[in-house]
């Protein structure tokens, strides 16, 4: 019926002006408009907040189901979200040790620490000639090697200077050449090396026998890095005529301990020495 239209024209019943309105095709038009607009913008915000999504892919293509236990749901339950494969990170391969020799490379820069060995390891050498004394290594010995040094060959200190001045300085050359491995501890004895100073009155004096025509001689025949920054130095000591180098006394073959350490003043300390065996030539 149209608006105006007063009775109906089927079967001429007078109309209301409520059934004109709802008979309109004009009125029912813009009404499905409207529902049609509504339904539009909902269905616009669910697909822009993302609460309804469409599968990727192209026309004629398969639709692929995830099983619930891939997906993480239980069955009949959808998850919305496309499986993704998870990509492993990348990881650096760790660094692992290896011992090797390293004598070339580490010669010349233990040559500081090995050049203040060289003098007592070479003094030393003869009084170990067919197993005469037994080799020992304490703070005992270590605290004769470092008086050695100053005494005898830098002639820093010497005969008249009290014991506590001695004492002071060779502390100072124990913690350079033994980090904290060695403590001051000078004994006197009859035995070598304890023998090589003794005490008179408030000084000390060199006990033994004066070297005369000879000079020390050492050579660095290996170096074995066993652990990362410990070293097992090899060397051969002893005492030359200073005419003629090849006119050797007795050599003693020495297994010197050397560690890195940044604090000493030659970025090297001496952990312990000891005679040489065969097996600290060898790798690992």
């Known amino acids: 019926m149209r608006n105006d239209d007063e009775f109906c024209y089927r079967c001429g019943q007078r109309t209301s002006a409520f059934q004109r309105m709802f008979g309109s095709r004009a009125f029912i038009g813009s009404v499905i408009a409207i529902l049609v607009v509504a339904v539009a913008a909902v269905l616009t915000y669910f ?6 999504s469409f599968p990727a892919g192209g026309k004629g293509e398969e639709e692929t189901v995830q099983a619930p236990e891939e997906s993480g749901g239980e069955l009949g339950e959808a998850t919305g979200e496309p499986e993704v494969t998870a990509v492993p990170e990348a990881t650096a391969t760790p660094y692992v040790f290896e011992p090797a020799e390293v004598t070339e490379a580490m010669r010349a820069e233990l040559k500081p620490l090995t050049k203040k060995a060289r003098p007592f390891l070479a003094f030393g050498a003869s009084y170990y000639e067919n197993n005469a004394n037994a080799f020992r290594w304490d703070n005992e010995t270590a605290t004769v090697m470092a008086l050695y040094n100053l005494y005898q060959v830098e002639e820093t200190v010497g005969y008249g200077d009290t014991q506590s001045e001695i004492r002071k300085a060779v502390k100072k050359e124990i913690k350079r050449l033994f980090g904290g491995n060695f403590q001051y501890n000078l004994t006197y004895s009859n035995t070598f090396p304890n023998n090589v100073f003794r005490p008179v009155n408030n000084t000390l004096i060199y006990n033994v026998s004066p070297i005369t ?12 890095e066993y652990q990362e920054n410990k070293y097992r130095v090899i060397v051969s ?3 030359v005529s200073e005419n003629n180098k090849n006119n050797k006394g007795y050599f003693q073959k020495y297994t010197l301990y050397v560690n890195k350490d940044e604090n000493s003043e030659y970025g090297y300390t001496i952990e312990k020495i ?7 030539g060898q790798i690992g």
Not at 47 to 52: D, K, N, S, V
């Open 213 to 224: 025509g000879r000079t020390y001689s050492m050579t660095v025949d290996k170096i074995i």
């Open 237 to 239: 000591a002893g005492l």
């Open 47 to 52: 697909i822009w907040t993302g609460q309804i």
């Open 274 to 280: 000891k005679k040489y065996k065969k097996k600290d």
